[in-house]
């Protein structure tokens, strides 16, 4: 593992003022321009392979703001009413709600190097890290994006734990632009754990890009490669684009057994691995898998390598529904099929208003000697309140003038509208009973189990987000190793929620637990949060109580603990 293995990624590295040594060459390639060309070659062929799906996520989320109606339409309607009647971000809260009430907890399992109380402190410290990113709100951010255009993603970053210490952290990270992410075009898995690569772009002003990387400056380009960066999009008008450049690559390592059944990579510490675990019976040589990063622009190295031993890269991408049709991925959310019936729904809604506007302006058909003298009292007639209108004497309602009432209002439109609606719901599978609209059901039982039916419509996205939050605890527990390896306090937070600090890593201390071996697994649980296990837990030994009042002999301090009121707790000891 590379010295500078554990250097700050993500945000932290977009503002770094160390620039990569001018004769850095990347493992694996001959020069930096043969690197370059490289990037280049794999970001336009992944961009080009994805670009109909791109297009079509911008579109929904457009759609999802309230941009509903097509340009051209809107031309043709200029001066008539164009409503939007934007009820899409409800269906999308529907399914985001969904899925933040159900609190997921991230657990780890020891394999057969793993001690069963390690893993619960790492358990405690991936909550801990949760807690301290907002993890919430970075799953449901993603978790939105992908309800709304089929795509979502968010990224396990390293960083310094404070601006004045050297001991670094670990964080769960937004991306809030989904699009921003360029997969590896081979990647088929729903959260990219397959990815061979991935970028993250950013676009950054041209004075910023001057001011902290001077040494790059786009200004010196020849002016062919000046072109041709430009017409990739390498370098616009609004600023010049940078891109985490993440690759895995594979190293051969020795690998030992040792004389008591420990199996370790051998580095310089032969020795002080021979002095722990006794001398090696068996070696061979093993591929070690790595996370790579570097931060480029399409001509030069910004900063990096930035390097992690783990199975995947740390961008963890959350995807909607896929179908693939000959090799061709189509993903999408819930707005994409939507978006007819929306669009029809405003139209109709939109000619109703219309007819409407026109209705009050009643129509006169009268000879001119009847009305002559009173024109205008009869054009303004529908602009005034006044009941009187008068008429030559010689007028005779009826005959030489006839009121022409306006037509009614068409039925059908609003016949039309709600069949819109209707297909809205069939579309989704959001039916008024999940949306808390009264329906037909009656029966409190057929009422949840039309709501079961809208659950089990959207299990995808839920499945697919769990898978997500799953792979974002391997990486944290991948992670925790390479970080959390020296002696140090760190805050963890066990299940029901308490804050404790623990020492970890300390060799002189047989209570401390060792982080940095041994090999663990993680699970995904989902449910209620602890509070609300707790609250329910509470009000359940009540009833029980109730029943059998003999339980308080028994069990009499777990019912007070469960108890949330002040004193519980004394209480109970």
Request: aromatic share 8%; charged share 30%; with cysteine.
């Amino acid at each position: 593992m590379q010295e500078n293995e554990k250097a700050t990624a993500v945000e932290s590295i977009l503002y770094a003022t160390e620039p990569v040594a001018k004769k850095y060459i990347p493992e694996g390639f001959s020069s930096k321009e043969e690197f370059l060309k490289e990037i280049r070659e794999e970001y336009e062929l992944d961009l080009e392979f994805d670009r109909e799906n791109r297009e079509q996520a911008i579109e929904d989320k457009k759609f999802t703001a309230g941009e509903h109606w097509d340009p051209v339409v809107l031309e043709q309607r200029k001066g008539l009413p164009c409503l939007v009647i934007n009820s899409v971000p409800q269906f999308v809260a529907q399914v985001v709600g969904d899925f933040r009430e159900n609190k997921r907890s991230i657990k780890v399992l020891p394999t057969e190097e793993g001690d069963k109380e390690v893993a619960e402190v790492r358990a405690d410290l991936i909550r801990s890290i949760e807690t301290q990113s907002r993890a919430d709100r970075v799953y449901d951010s993603g978790f939105e994006s992908t309800v709304q255009c089929g795509d979502g993603a968010w990224r396990v970053a390293v960083e310094y734990a404070k601006q004045d210490v050297f001991d670094q952290d670990i964080f769960v990270r937004p991306i809030d632009d989904a699009l921003s992410v360029v997969w590896d075009r081979l990647s088929v898995d729903p959260t990219g754990r397959d990815a061979r690569h991935v970028f993250v772009d950013d676009l950054i002003p041209e004075k910023d890009f001057k001011r902290k990387w001077p040494d790059s400056n786009p200004d010196e380009l020849g002016a062919t490669e000046y072109k041709s960066l430009q017409a990739d999009g390498w370098i616009e008008k609004e600023g010049v684009r940078i891109t985490e450049y993440w690759r895995m690559i594979d190293r051969n390592r020795l690998l030992c057994l040792f004389e008591d059944n420990s199996i370790r990579f051998i580095d310089d510490n032969l020795d002080e691995l021979t002095a722990k675990h006794g001398r090696p019976i068996k070696s061979r040589v093993a591929p070690c898998t790595y996370a790579q990063m570097h931060l480029v622009t399409g001509f030069d190295i910004l900063s990096g390598p930035y390097e992690y031993r783990l199975n995947r890269v740390p961008i963890v991408r959350v995807t909607g529904r896929i179908v693939n049709i000959s090799g061709k991925r189509v993903r999408y959310g819930i707005v994409r099929f939507m978006k007819d019936s929306v669009r029809l729904r405003n139209f109709w809604r939109s000619v109703a208003a219309e007819q409407l506007g026109y209705a009050p302006k009643s129509q006169w058909i009268a000879t001119e000697s009847a009305i002559e003298g009173y024109e205008d009292v009869f054009r303004k007639a529908h602009l005034t309140r006044d009941p009187l209108l008068k008429v030559s004497d010689e007028a005779v309602i009826g005959q030489n003038i006839q009121r022409l009432d306006p037509p009614k209002m068409q039925t059908a439109l609003h016949q039309e509208a709600e069949i819109n609606v209707q297909d809205m719901k069939d579309v989704t599978g959001i039916q008024d009973a999940l949306l808390g609209i009264k329906s037909n059901e009656t029966s409190g039982r057929a009422i949840n189990a039309r709501q079961r039916e809208g659950d089990v419509a959207s299990i995808t996205y839920y499945d697919n987000a769990n898978a997500a939050v799953l792979e974002t605890g391997d990486i944290i527990n991948q992670l925790i190793a390479q970080i959390y390896d020296g002696t140090r306090i760190v805050r963890i937070i066990g299940e029901d929620q308490k804050l404790k600090f623990l020492k970890i890593n300390d060799p002189n201390d047989p209570n401390s637990p060792d982080l940095s071996v041994g090999r663990y697994d993680v699970a995904l649980s989902t449910g209620a949060n602890y509070t609300t296990r707790r609250v329910e837990a509470a009000q359940a030994m009540m009833d029980a109580v109730q029943v059998w009042p003999d339980l308080l002999a028994v069990a009499g301090d777990l019912v007070a603990k469960a108890q949330d009121w002040p004193g519980a707790e004394k209480l109970a000891e």
